[in-house]
């Protein structure tokens, strides 16, 4: 009997992921439709800042700003966003590594100023080298 019991609880504890995994959105890259097409659905989305934008994004706050207001402040009313990942598996030998830090911040600021700060947290995918 404890044998079924935990494939049952096997069992739940995967359902359960999977319907985490399904329920969670993530889109590396800015893509309008998806965000139209997310709007009340209460599926949480983490939203990735492209590293072709960290530079633009890390140079000044208002372009961090712009970014914010276009991408997140404008679906956030009805588009459940849980992380904005700056950046994507970024390596110290990128060119474009330096503005990573600077972009994050940036980033930080402009969703805290939009009033989403308790709810959108600010991170960075890593390459895990696990390949």
Do not use: C
Not at 10 to 37: K, R, V
Not at 58 to 77: C, E, I
Not at 83 to 103: H, Q, R, T
């Amino acid at each position: 009997m404890a044998k079924s019991n935990l494939a049952s609880n096997f069992i739940f504890m995967a359902s359960t992921m999977l319907l985490f995994a399904l329920l969670m959105a993530s889109l590396h890259t800015t893509n309008q439709d998806a965000l139209q097409a997310l709007r009340g659905s209460n599926i949480e989305v983490m939203l990735g800042v492209p590293n072709t934008d960290l530079e633009r994004v890390a140079a000044s706050q208002a372009n961090a700003n712009t970014w914010v207001k276009n991408n997140v402040r404008n679906y956030a009313d009805n588009v459940k966003f849980r992380y904005i990942a700056v950046g994507n598996e970024v390596k110290p030998s990128d060119s474009f590594a330096k503005f990573l830090f600077p972009a994050m911040q940036n980033i930080r600021i402009a969703i805290v100023a939009a009033g989403l700060g308790n709810q959108i947290k600010v991170s960075t995918a890593i390459d895990n080298g696990a390949w």
